[in-house]
């Protein structure tokens, strides 16, 4: 039996000093998310937080249910995520060797089974009893077996996700690395791109599975909850999930992440100093620019803070409520729904050739202002609200001024100047964003289809911002910054 020493999302893990081409089965779920696989999931997980040491009964389900009951509940429960939650097509549900081996894995199917009627992906994962706590396999002989049982049953189907164990932080990397090599051996008729091989760690880091020649096939099974680093800001966030998978966020799947939906506060807000605004907001920015793969925390956990929505109804008819709209704001927007930029925030524009930020030319609240570059201090000048426009367009408003970045007098030429006007809604003063890789995007204008550029290539500040031909140049590349 797996015993691995903790997952509890609160403040026990805040004092912890932790350690700081996928081949992709084509199935048929209704909704392919950004990330690796297409997995837009949430945990439906067990009131004590599936650390336990006999059966792990996800909230809502009972130790008396049957087969049926199961599956009438985790009906209810799978069409309220659905409905409650656009955009979800996975769940992620625990096992551990007495709920495979023992009689309440002929009931406990049923949850899989209804997700998978559903046309959802499943990831069913590995968790440790409450007992050792120790991140090592506890049981080696009951580990195989219980695998040995879901495998054969499950391997035919397509949704159905492995993932080997949750936070194995007992093992060091080659002791690790060893039982997963093992797993494959043992199960060859599983195609490597439904293989879920959690990072050391409180598979914190991928980084030495993802670099394992004989795992390239497989996905990576990634965790961040270190709130006890107190990162601050959005863009330490962003490090911070960017440094734990290196080069291969492309099989990369956050099978956890989450903070307080509860406590009422507003996810879609500027963090302004708040590490779990920032966490949420910094998260799910890589999740959706970076394209992880991502499955929150829980989607249903009775009793956790953590748990964007809580359980009513009675019997098998069971309801949801969404804890926090913002919260949920976030989530999807890690998974690709939603516009790509939250309009209640503020972004910095920085130039790939210069380094320097798009800027209101001395701090001008007039029409007609001109758009320069300038080296980046904080100003309200060189601060931008990305508003969704739809269609693929945005407007892009200064924080100082309030008003909007304009082509000049609307031209379609190449060289006119970027300046700054009172918004109207013109084709001049809409805007697409698109992702250049690398973390760089091109900025186009709706009206004359050429791009933002920085005026002869200059480095120097208080060089003119104009439209020109999209020609692929670094003074035509924007990194756009959520502050």
């Known amino acids: 039996m797996l015993m691995l020493w903790g997952c509890s999302k609160k403040s026990d893990l805040q004092d912890i000093n932790k350690a700081d081409e996928v081949v992709e089965d084509k199935n048929d779920s209704a909704v392919s998310a950004v990330g690796a696989a297409g997995i837009a999931g949430v945990n439906w997980a067990d009131g004590r937080d599936n650390f336990v040491d006999g059966w792990v009964i996800p909230s809502g389900l009972t130790a008396s249910d049957n087969y049926s009951t199961v599956s009438a509940k985790a009906n209810s429960i799978l069409t309220e995520f659905q409905s409650k939650m656009p955009g979800v097509n996975a ?18 199917t049923g949850a899989i089974d209804a997700a998978l009627a559903k046309n959802m992906k499943v990831i069913i994962a590995c968790w440790e009893s409450a007992s050792s706590r120790n991140g090592l396999i506890d049981d080696t002989n009951q580990f195989w077996n219980m695998w040995n049982v879901v ?127 920032a966490y949420i907001q910094g998260s799910t920015n890589v999740f959706r620019n970076d394209k992880l793969g991502s499955v929150y925390w829980p989607g249903l956990r009775d009793g956790d803070s953590y748990s964007i929505t809580n359980r009513g109804g009675s019997g098998n008819n069971i309801t949801l409520t969404v804890t926090n709209t913002s919260g949920l704001d976030r989530i999807r927007y890690g998974w690709g729904e939603g516009s790509a930029f939250n309009p209640n925030v503020y972004y910095r524009i920085v130039n790939r050739n210069s380094g320097k930020g798009l800027d209101v030319n001395g701090s001008s609240t007039s029409d007609g202002a001109g758009i320069i570059q300038w080296a980046y201090w904080g100003g309200n000048n060189q601060q931008w609200q990305i ?16 008003k909007a970045l304009d082509v000049n007098a609307g031209s379609i030429a190449d060289g006119a100047n970027i300046i700054q006007w009172s918004y109207s809604g013109g084709n001049n003063q809409q805007w697409q964003i698109i992702d250049n890789g690398g973390g760089y995007r ?42």
């Open 91 to 108: 769940v992620r549900l625990p096992i551990n060797p007495p709920s495979v081996l023992e009689s309440w894995w002929g009931a406990y």
């Open 151 to 277: 495998v054969n049953k499950y391997t035919g189907n397509a949704n159905v996700y492995f993932e080997v164990f949750n936070e194995p932080h007992g093992y060091s990397a080659s002791q690790l690395t060893t039982i997963y090599a093992e797993w494959l051996s043992r199960y060859p008729n599983v195609p490597r791109g439904r293989i879920l091989l959690g990072g050391t760690g409180y598979c914190d880091d991928v980084k030495p599975i993802g670099a394992d020649s004989r795992f390239t096939q497989c996905l990576l099974s990634l965790h961040n909850y270190a709130f006890w680093a107190n990162r601050g800001t959005v863009a330490a966030w962003e490090q911070s999930w960017r440094d734990q998978f290196g080069t291969y966020g492309s099989r990369t799947v956050v099978t956890e992440y989450g903070a307080p939906m509860t406590t009422g506060k507003n996810y879609n807000t500027p963090s302004n100093g708040d590490n779990e605004i």
């Open 387 to 402: 508003i969704d426009n739809g269609g693929g367009y945005y407007r892009i408003l200064n924080r100082n001024s309030g």
């Open 442 to 483: 091109r900025v186009i204008n709706r009206n004359s289809g050429k791009a933002l550029d920085v005026n002869g290539q200059a480095t120097a500040d208080g060089a003119n911002i104009v439209q020109w031909s999209w020609w692929g140049g670094n003074n035509q590349q924007w990194q756009i910054q959520q502050l």
